[in-house]
């Protein structure tokens, strides 16, 4: 681990400790009270989840440029994290649901769209899982990693587009109500957070995925150097 890495990781680690002391020092919701709190999860953990995607979005399209393997490393590792956030927003949100709308589960355009979203970069994973030859599977990979893309804004458009429990953005929406100042700043600091935790996990999973692509490539080589030794061996006893 190289001393920018540690940065990053103490970087990260400040980020999110500021992160949960301004959730727990911000003043409760008028008419949630603290069950509010878990939207300084609940909303960084979405965003985390598109910045994800659109970094798979990135890393596809890179590679189908420059053929450079670091591109599917980078998409491939975004996805993962990506699926991690995005399941935990759908716990999140099953846990903050059931006090408010009475039901863990609605079938509401938010939450399909988000699920969709879910089981699609699920299928990602999977398709990289199912190809063998590396090749393929970064080209397949990234090709599903672009098209896939196109949820992401669906799901943020969701709530604008469709009758729907789940409320509007807050934030990033012309004419919003306006939040308390605090409540903001809470909120931001744990996007903060959680941007820069996300960096750090995709940094760790390139990096045991490039360790992953050096020991597989020692072992081919180590696999066609031994069939080089054999093959002389087997034609002196064929000609025997």
């Known amino acids: 681990m190289t001393l920018r890495g540690h940065r990053l990781e103490i970087t990260a680690g400040i980020a999110v400790a500021a992160g949960s002391t301004a959730a727990f020092t911000a003043p409760p919701d008028q008419l949630q009270g603290d069950l509010q709190r878990l939207m300084y999860v609940h909303v960084p953990a979405a965003w985390t989840a598109f910045l994800a995607f659109g970094i798979t979005l990135l890393g596809g399209a890179m590679w189908l440029w420059r053929r450079d393997p670091r591109y599917d490393r980078l998409g491939a590792a975004s996805a993962e994290v990506g699926v991690f956030f995005t399941g935990l927003t759908l716990v999140q949100g099953s846990v ?15 939450l399909v769209t988000t699920a969709i ?12 899982r199912a190809s063998a030859d590396p090749a393929a599977r970064a080209h397949r990979s990234a090709v599903f ?12 458009m969701s709530v604008l587009w469709w009758r729907t ?3 509007p ?15 903001l700043a809470a909120l931001l600091i744990n996007v903060l957070a959680f941007t820069s935790l996300f960096v750090v996990l995709v940094r760790l999973r390139m990096r045991i995925a490039a360790a992953q692509q050096r020991a597989e490539q020692r072992d081919d080589e180590a696999e066609l150097a031994g069939a080089a030794v054999a093959a002389p061996r087997l034609g002196g006893a064929h000609h025997d």
């Open 145 to 156: 990693g672009v098209v896939a893309f196109v949820q992401v804004p669906v799901v943020h």
């Open 165 to 167: 429990l789940h409320q």
């Open 117 to 128: 979203m879910f089981f699609v970069y699920l299928g990602y994973l999977a398709l990289r």
């Open 96 to 110: 903050w649901g059931k006090p408010v709308w009475g039901v863990w589960w609605t079938w509401d355009p938010r």
């Open 169 to 183: 953005p807050t934030v990033l929406r012309p004419g919003a109500p306006a939040i308390d100042p605090a409540m």
